[in-house]
């Protein structure tokens, strides 16, 4: 099923102008572009960082959050390509399990609750947003922190940019709520065609943890592929050097595997 409509699902920690250059690029060629902004989160990182910290956002959980993109995405007036990132790619994983998409692209995304990182770099990454010391307090990652995480191969003055420009604080509950039963994926249930893309420098969310998410695809007969792409972080993937053949690369296989359905449901069938 073709469709000109693509939603955008941001991650932790930003907001939803992190996809500005996916969407100048993907407008230029003809479709609809439909950033969607959290609960809460559709404001400058100006106001969403004086309002630090912010109660409400303390409170916000997953559920709301995908809610709201579920209530979004079927407002739209087609079934869209859905793209996500980090933990927008975890939100993506679960809206294509609730078939609202015609294809989905997951970046560096954040696993289901039922698929375990074990990596040092993603444990190191993750444990302040999900100290359960300060469980109710919304989280502010510290530059030193975005740094690592975020930013590692880049220079320190492309760092800071990206952290001026984009870093926001991110709710823990929402963060833990990536560890519970919502944040299940069943693995055997056909689905649209889903693209993985890692990078290969990621700290937050490694290479080999996207494979281990896409392998437990193979459970089911549906479309599942995976792309990793050398030399880029977290950040760097979507919005740093390079981010263009990224983006790119995830079009081209939108439209390939939407444009004819029946036959790539056979080629899945003799692979």
Known sequence: MSTRTIAFVHGHFVTKRCWDPFI???????????????????????????????PALARLTLAEVLEHHVRTIRSLDEKPIIIGHSFGGLLTQLLT?????????????????????????????????????????????????????????????AQREAYDRHVVPESRVLGWGGLSSAARIDFTRDHAPLLMIAGSKDHIMPAALNRKNYQRYQASHSVTDFK??????????????????????????????TAKPDLRVAERAQA
């Open 24 to 54: 100048q690029r993907f407008e230029a060629r003809g479709y609809k572009c439909f950033p969607i902004a959290y609960p809460l989160r559709d404001d400058t990182v100006e106001n969403l960082r004086r309002k630090h910290p912010d």
């Open 97 to 157: 399990q609730r078939d609202l998409g015609v294809a989905s692209v997951a970046i560096d995304s954040v696993p289901p609750s039922n698929v375990v990182g074990t990596q040092w770099s993603f444990l190191r990454s993750l444990l302040p947003v999900i100290n359960p010391f300060k469980r109710g307090e919304p989280y502010l990652m510290p530059f030193k922190h975005f740094q690592y995480t975020f930013t590692n191969n880049m220079p320190l003055p």
């Open 228 to 257: 990793e792409f050398p030399g880029h972080s977290h950040y760097s993937i979507i919005a740093g050097p390079g981010w263009e053949e990224v983006a790119d690369y995830a079009l081209a296989w939108a439209e390939r595997v």
